[in-house]
């Protein structure tokens, strides 16, 4: 009896970002970053719901912010601001 293979159809390469962030030892959770910035929680909370704060992600039901994305926007902000 012939042996069935399964054909695999290659999936097109993501398109590389500028600059890949390296894994950090440990992500921020939104407690971090309100520490962080001496603001309270629900600022926080607010600044993801408005899109105005540093980027987040979730992982589950969590949400985590990567430190590097964290330094960016405060990078940003401070150009703004100037």
Do not use: I, N
């Amino acid at each position: 009896m012939p042996r069935r293979t399964a054909s695999v159809t290659a999936l097109p390469a993501a398109a590389p970002s500028a600059e890949p962030l390296a894994l950090p030892v440990r992500f921020l959770t939104p407690e971090d970053v309100a520490a962080l910035f001496g603001v309270p929680l629900e600022t926080v909370y607010q600044w993801r719901r408005k899109r105005t704060g540093p980027p987040g992600f979730r992982a589950g039901r969590h949400v985590r912010y990567h430190p590097d994305a964290v330094a960016r926007w405060v990078a940003d902000q401070s150009r703004t601001a100037a």
